[in-house]
């Protein structure tokens, strides 16, 4: 199963190269011959590795890992990568200063430190050359027909994100996909050659940069992984290439391959291929056998017991059977067929029922609250609209009606204005606008009487206007 894939791996790669080889010279089929033969030692390693004697039994028992254990995984790698370097990358040429590129051979190599299953950190070093031109470019201080950077050295610090490392179907996972995203600093030495063959070597320069990358890890070895990734490099700078033009900055890409390797003992297992269902599915099973050990041993006793349960149940029936539910048994309940909810004794009869004497007193400090409620309360003309100045006076009202339980009996009255039914009317409205409003400040409405007058008992003249604003009133009675 495994050389197939490693195959296919390699006729995928190969394809990837021979779609770039569109826009290069001749020059690059020496380029390719090094990649494939580099690329065929990496799978040819990869092979042996993976011809271990019984490999998957060998996963199967060894990756068990206990949840929730500490320190049960490698977590450290380090890894080898060799390749194609060239300024094409999967964003174009369009806009970069040389248009057609030549691919060089580049190398690499990292240590991660994998701090969950699906992410680590990544540290990252780079070298090789990188070079383009064939197509001329006219710039203010002349021609320009080619250029080579050498990558004295690149060192980043990436996220490395890994995906698919959880299978529900197989032991152990095959394949990783992963995307790198980071940052770095770059050294590097760029030269190029005018139109009259003069080559033009500038200093070192160094800058930062942004490596984003894609790629896959084929599991073939307890410990070790084929590297198969490509990576988009985002110079801060103009220059890379030697010549400055346009506002964009320069960029290359790294096609590789390669091996990683995990550290620290070979009885754990790596963390980024680690599937923890398979720990799982194990840990299930072994405590589904040691439950099934216990429920054999207990069948017989539970048996053996059964017996004696059935009989204690039929004596426990005739001394628990409660017919009317109060508590007491049938064989001790003297007062049969109590009705629900009643409070009994020990033999099942009612207990008797004492309502104490509750006697409430209206002091003169509670005639006050209610006297400044009434003294303070006023309604708009031909309405039961209560005036807002005449809260104050209800919400104290309200907070002793509910600490002390009094009953409250409203009166209400209007003055001579319009008829008797309107007014009675109104009267009877306003007494319910003012129980209303007590009844949002917590008051038990029930505790409420609320009746109209109309016109009747003034208090004040009417052929005022204020005094018929005085006989627009609610009379209050605290009892």
């Not at 240590?111 to 710039?139: E, H, M, N, R, W």
């Not at 599915?281 to 017989?300: F, G, S």
């Not at 003034?458 to 009675?477: H, K, L």
């Amino acid at each position: 199963m495994l050389a197939p894939l490693l195959s296919m791996t390699g006729e995928f790669a190969l394809i990837k190269f021979k779609a770039t080889t569109q826009l290069t010279s001749i020059n690059m089929k020496s380029n390719f011959k090094k990649t494939a033969l580099l690329l065929t030692g990496i799978l040819a390693g990869g092979k042996l590795f993976a011809q271990t004697p019984d490999s998957t039994k060998v996963q199967q028992q060894s990756d068990y890992v206990q949840p929730f254990s500490p320190h049960a995984f490698r977590t450290w790698s380090i890894g080898l990568n060799g390749g194609l370097l060239t300024p094409y990358t999967i964003f174009g040429m369009k806009q970069q200063d040389f248009k057609s590129p030549h691919e060089q051979f580049g190398y690499s190599g990292y240590i991660k430190d994998q701090i969950l299953p699906s992410f680590g950190i990544q540290a990252d070093y780079l070298g090789g050359k990188v070079g383009g031109g064939v197509t001329p470019f006219d710039q203010a201080n002349g021609t320009y027909s080619s250029f080579s950077t050498k990558i004295n050295y690149a060192v980043d610090l990436v996220g490395n994100f890994t995906f698919a490392n959880i299978s529900w179907r197989h032991e152990q996972g095959f394949i990783q996909p992963y995307l790198t995203l980071g940052g770095g600093l770059i050294n590097y030495t760029a030269s190029y050659t005018g139109p009259n063959g003069t080559t033009n070597t500038g200093g070192k320069t160094h800058d930062y940069y942004i490596p984003v990358g894609l790629g896959l890890k084929l599991n073939v070895a307890r410990g070790v992984n084929i590297d198969l990734g490509y990576q988009v490099n985002f110079v801060n700078a103009d220059d890379f290439d030697g010549v400055v033009t346009g506002p964009t900055s320069d960029r290359f890409s790294y096609a590789h391959a390669g091996l990683e390797f995990a550290l620290g003992s070979s009885r754990k297992p790596q963390l980024a291929t680690h599937n923890p269902v398979a720990s799982m599915r194990h840990e299930y099973l072994m405590d589904e056998q040691k439950l099934q050990t216990q429920v054999d041993q207990q069948r017989a006793a539970n048996q053996q017991l059964q017996s004696q349960l059935n009989a204690t149940n039929q004596t426990l029936a005739k001394l628990t059977t409660d017919s009317d539910g109060d508590g007491v048994p049938d064989a001790y309940d003297k007062c049969p067929n109590t009705p629900a909810g009643t409070q009994v004794d020990g033999a099942g009869c009612p207990l008797p029922v004492n309502k104490p004497d509750v006697k409430v007193y209206v002091t003169k400090e509670d005639q006050q609250v209610v006297n400044e409620a009434v003294k303070n309360l006023e309604f708009d003309f031909g309405k039961s609209t209560i005036r807002e100045h005449s809260d104050e006076s209800l919400n104290k009202l309200a907070q002793l009606m509910v600490a002390k339980k009094f009953h409250l009996k409203l009166a209400g009255y209007t003055d001579n204005v319009g008829s008797v039914a309107a007014n009675l009317k109104l009267s009877r409205a306003r007494a319910e606008a003012v129980k209303t409003y007590l009844a949002t400040q917590g008051v038990d409405s029930s505790l409420i009487q609320a009746e109209g007058y109309g016109k009747a008992n003034p208090i004040a003249s009417n052929a005022t206007d204020a005094g018929r604003q005085i006989n627009r009133r609610v009379e209050f009675t605290l009892f």
